[in-house]
C-alpha cells in the first residue's frame, strides 16, 4: 500500500510537466521577474536614449529606433523556435505542457513580429524614404507575420483544446521547415528584383557605446517575453481548469 | 495498387457526377483572370507585363478556395473514418486522392490557360513557360493545401482557414513560378527550385496530412 510518504518525489522532468507543480514554482518568481525587467528596460532605455552617440554615418538621429526594432525582430524569431521546440514536446515527447508553452507563445510572438514591423516603418520612413520596402528581411518579416496570425486562429477554431494542440503542433512544424525556404525564395526574389536605389540598411557600426544599450535592450524584452509567457501559461491552465469545473457543473446539473 | 486506384477512381468520379463541381474552379480561374483587366485597364502592354503573375495569382486562390473539396464530402458522410482502416496506410490514401485532385484541379487549370493567355495578352513563348510553370508548381501547391485540408477538415466552420493557413507558406511556389515565366535571368534556376520543391512537397504532405487526419479522428 503505496502512502504519500513513499511516493516518488518530483524530480526535474516532472516539476516541469506536472501541471499542477509548474503553478506552484511559476508563482513566486513572476514579480521578481517582472521588476527585474522594469529595471532593465529603464537602464537600457536611458542608455539608448541619454547615453548613446546620437550622429552615427548612416542611420543618423534616428538610433533610437534601432533599440526598439532589434529586441523585437529577435523575439518574432526566437518565439517561433520555442514554439517549433514546443510542437516537438507536443508531437514527439507528449509533454503535457508543451502545448500550453505553444499556444501562449503564440499572440507574443504575433505581436512582436508586428511591433518589428512596425518599428522597421519607423525607422525605414527617414532612412530611406519610405514606411515599406520589399527587400528580402520586411518580407519574411511579413510572411512570419502571416504565420503566426494563421496559427492563432487555428487555436481559436477549435473546442478541444487538446486535439487543436496536436493539430497546430502539425502546423508549426511544417511552417517552421517552410520558413528557410520562404526566407530563402525571398531573399533570391529580391536579388531578381534589385530596385534602383541602394534601400538595404547596412545598419550602424556596433561601437560599443551603441552595442552596450542594445544587448541591454535584447535582454529586456527577452525577459518581458518570459514574464509574459509564464503567466500566459498560468492564465491557459486556469482557463483550462475553469473549462473543467464548467463541465462537471454541467455533468451534476444534469438529469 | 489496386487499392490505390480504387481511391483514385472513386474520387474521380464523385467529382464529375452531378453533385460534383468538377468545372466550377476553372470557371473561377478564367474569371478571375478576366475581371484583372476591369481593374487594371484595358492597356495590352501593361496586361502583357502582369500576366505571369496575373495567372499565378488566379491559380492560388483557385487552389486554396478548392481545398475543402479533398477531404469534406468524405468527412461528412463517415467515409473517412472508414478510410482510416483501408488495405493501404492512410498515407497511400491521402496520395491518391492528392493525385485526383491535382487531376480535377490544376489540370483543367493549365487545359483553360490558353483562355487567360489569349484575355492577358500573352505571346507564345510567355504562355509556353506559363504552362511549365503551373505543371512544376501546381503538385507544391496541392501538396500544401492537402496538409491544411487536413488540419482543418474537422472543424464545422473552418471555412476560409484552410487558405490562411497555406497561403503563406506557399509563397515560394508563387516567387518561384512567376519568376520561372517572367525573369530575365534565373528562369532555369527558378525551374529547378520550384521542382525541388514540388517534389519534396508531394513527398512529404501524405505523412503530415495522414497524422492530421488520425488527430483529427481521435
Known amino acids: 500500500m503505496t502512502d504519500l510518504a513513499s511516493a516518488p518525489k518530483p524530480n526535474w522532468f516532472s516539476r516541469l510537466a506536472h501541471p499542477g507543480s509548474f503553478m506552484a514554482w511559476s508563482r513566486p518568481i513572476i514579480a521578481p521577474l517582472a521588476v527585474l525587467t522594469a529595471l532593465l528596460f529603464v537602464v537600457g532605455l536611458y542608455l539608448a536614449f541619454f547615453r548613446a552617440p546620437l550622429e552615427t554615418e548612416n542611420v543618423g538621429t534616428t538610433l533610437p529606433i534601432l533599440y526598439m526594432h532589434v529586441p523585437n525582430a529577435w523575439l518574432s524569431q526566437f518565439v517561433y523556435g520555442l514554439m517549433f521546440l514546443a510542437a516537438f514536446g507536443t508531437l514527439v515527447w507528449r509533454h503535457p505542457l508543451a502545448d500550453v508553452a505553444a499556444k501562449a507563445a503564440a499572440p507574443l510572438g504575433a505581436g512582436f513580429t508586428a511591433l518589428a514591423l512596425y518599428t522597421g516603418s519607423l525607422w525605414g520612413r527617414p532612412t530611406w524614404g519610405t514606411f515599406w520596402e520589399w527587400d528580402g528581411r520586411m518580407t519574411s518579416t511579413l510572411i512570419l507575420l502571416f504565420i503566426y496570425l494563421g496559427i492563432i486562429a487555428l487555436w481559436r477554431a477549435f473546442e478541444d483544446q487538446l486535439k487543436a494542440a496536436r493539430i497546430v503542433a502539425i502546423v508549426t512544424l511544417v511552417g517552421g521547415i517552410d520558413i528557410p525556404i520562404i526566407k530563402f525564395s525571398v531573399d533570391w526574389w529580391n536579388t531578381l528584383h534589385q530596385p534602383a536605389s541602394i534601400v538595404t540598411a547596412t545598419g550602424p557600426r556596433m561601437a560599443g557605446a551603441i552595442f552596450l544599450p542594445l544587448i541591454l535592450m535584447v535582454l529586456a524584452f527577452t525577459l518581458l517575453f518570459l514574464t509574459l509567457h509564464l503567466s500566459g501559461m498560468r492564465t491557459e491552465i486556469l482557463r483550462r481548469r475553469v473549462d473543467s469545473l464548467g463541465r462537471q457543473a454541467a455533468m451534476r446539473a444534469a438529469p | ?218
Open chain 2, 1 to 218: 495498387m489496386r487499392a490505390f486506384a480504387a481511391i483514385l477512381g472513386r474520387d474521380l468520379r464523385l467529382a464529375t457526377r452531378i453533385g460534383g463541381d468538377a468545372l466550377t474552379l476553372v470557371l473561377f480561374f478564367v474569371m478571375v483572370g478576366a475581371v484583372v483587366p476591369f481593374a487594371i485597364g484595358p492597356d495590352r502592354a501593361l496586361l502583357a507585363q502582369l500576366a505571369p503573375g496575373i495567372v499565378w495569382i488566379a491559380a492560388f486562390l483557385s487552389t486554396l478556395l478548392g481545398l475543402d473539396r479533398l477531404f469534406r464530402a468524405d468527412e461528412d458522410d463517415g467515409s473517412l473514418l472508414l478510410l482510416h482502416h483501408a488495405a493501404i496506410p492512410l498515407e497511400a490514401i491521402i496520395a491518391a486522392k492528392m493525385l485526383a485532385h491535382w487531376l480535377l484541379t490544376a489540370l483543367p487549370l493549365i487545359v483553360a490557360s490558353p483562355l487567360l493567355a489569349v484575355l492577358l495578352s500573352m505571346d507564345m513563348p510567355t504562355w509556353l513557360a506559363t504552362v511549365g510553370a503551373l505543371v512544376a508548381g501546381t503538385p507544391a501547391l496541392i501538396a500544401f493545401g492537402t496538409i491544411g485540408a487536413a488540419v482543418t477538415v474537422s472543424l464545422k466552420r473552418g471555412g476560409l482557414l484552410a487558405p490562411v493557413l497555406i497561403l503563406p507558406l506557399s509563397i515560394p511556389v508563387l516567387i518561384f513560378g512567376v519568376a520561372m515565366i517572367g525573369a530575365p535571368t534565373g528562369s532555369h534556376a527558378a525551374l529547378l527550385f520550384l521542382s525541388a520543391l514540388s517534389l519534396l512537397a508531394v513527398a512529404f504532405c501524405p505523412f503530415a496530412a495522414a497524422l492530421a487526419l488520425r488527430v483529427s479522428a481521435e
